[in-house]
C-alpha cells in the first residue's frame, strides 16, 4: 500500500515541461527521503524508479550522481546505490538554513509590507483556518505554501528567494509530512497565526524568531516519527 501510494503522487504530479527529466527526478527522490519513504541504508534501484516515474533509467543515473554529490545517497561499485546513513543529518542542516532564512524574511516583511500586503496576507491567514477548521489537509498543504512564499515576496530580497528555491523540494515534503497528522495541522496554523500577528505589529525581532521556531519544531516533530 506504501509503494502504491508512493507512485501515485509521482504520477499525479506530472513532468513539468521547464524542467529536465533529471531535475524531476532529483526532485522526487530527493522528496522520497525526507517523507521517510526511503530510510538510510534503503537500496535505491534505478528500474524500479524509472517505472514508478515514467522515464528512463538515464535520468535516474544522473540524479544518483547529484544527490551522491549532496551526501543523500551513496554508490557502491558493482552493488548499487543506497540512501545514505547521514541522509537525516543533511536533511536537518538544510532545514536550520531554512528556518534562519526564511526568519529573516519575515523580519524583513514586518519592515517593508504595506498595509495592502499585510490584509492580503490576513486574507490568508482566514483561509487556512477555514481549512483547518474543515481538516482539508490537502488544500491546507498548497494554502501554508503560498502563506510562507508570501512572506518571501514581501521580504523583496532576490538573494534570498534564490536561497530558498534550492530547498524548495524539503520545503514542499516536510510540509505534507506534517499535515499527516491532525495534531500539527491545529499547532503549525497557530504558529502561522502568530507569526502574522508578529508582522502585523511590525515586532521583526519576534516574528523572525516565532519563524525560526515553528520551522524548526516541525522539523523535529517530523524526524522523530520518520519511521511511522
Known amino acids: 500500500m506504501k509503494k502504491q501510494t508512493f507512485a501515485q503522487d509521482f504520477f499525479s504530479s506530472g513532468v513539468e515541461s521547464v524542467k529536465s527529466?533529471?531535475?524531476?527526478?532529483?526532485e522526487k527522490i530527493k522528496e522520497a527521503i525526507v517523507s521517510g519513504y526511503f530510510l538510510p541504508g534503503d537500496h535505491l534501484k534505478e528500474r524500479e524508479l524509472s517505472q514508478l516515474m515514467g522515464i528512463s533509467t538515464t535520468p535516474i543515473k544522473e540524479a544518483?550522481?547529484?544527490?551522491?554529490?549532496?551526501?543523500?545517497?551513496?554508490?557502491?561499485?558493482?552493488?548499487?546505490?543506497?540512501?545514505s546513513e547521514y541522509a537525516n543529518t543533511s536533511i536537518e542542516e538544510i532545514l536550520l538554513l531554512r528556518a534562519s532564512i526564511e526568519g529573516l524574511c519575515c523580519r524583513l516583511a514586518a519592515m517593508k509590507m504595506s498595509e495592502s500586503d499585510l490584509d492580503l496576507?490576513?486574507?490568508?491567514?482566514?483561509?487556512?483556518?477555514?481549512?483547518?477548521?474543515?481538516?482539508?489537509a490537502e488544500a491546507l498543504l498548497q494554502q501554508n505554501t503560498a502563506f510562507h512564499e508570501m512572506i518571501v515576496h514581501f521580504a523583496a530580497n532576490a538573494m534570498i528567494k534564490n536561497m530558498l528555491d534550492n530547498v524548495k523540494a524539503f520545503d514542499q515534503?516536510?510540509?505534507?509530512?506534517?499535515?499527516s497528522y491532525n495534531k500539527e495541522i491545529i499547532e503549525g496554523y497557530a504558529e502561522h497565526s502568530a507569526i502574522f500577528q508578529a508582522i502585523k505589529q511590525r515586532d521583526g525581532d519576534l516574528a523572525e524568531q516565532l519563524m525560526k521556531q515553528h520551522i524548526l519544531r516541525t522539523t523535529e516533530f517530523i524526524l522523530s516519527n520518520q519511521n511511522e
Request: aromatic share 8%; net charge positive; glycine share 6%.
Open 64 to 83: 544518483f550522481r547529484i544527490l551522491g554529490n549532496e551526501g543523500f545517497v551513496k554508490t557502491v561499485p558493482r552493488k548499487g546505490t543506497y540512501v
Open 21 to 26: 527529466l533529471r531535475e524531476i527526478a532529483v
Open 173 to 179: 515534503a516536510f510540509r505534507k509530512r506534517a499535515l
Open 121 to 136: 496576507l490576513e486574507k490568508q491567514v482566514t483561509k487556512m483556518a477555514q481549512l483547518k477548521e474543515e481538516h482539508d
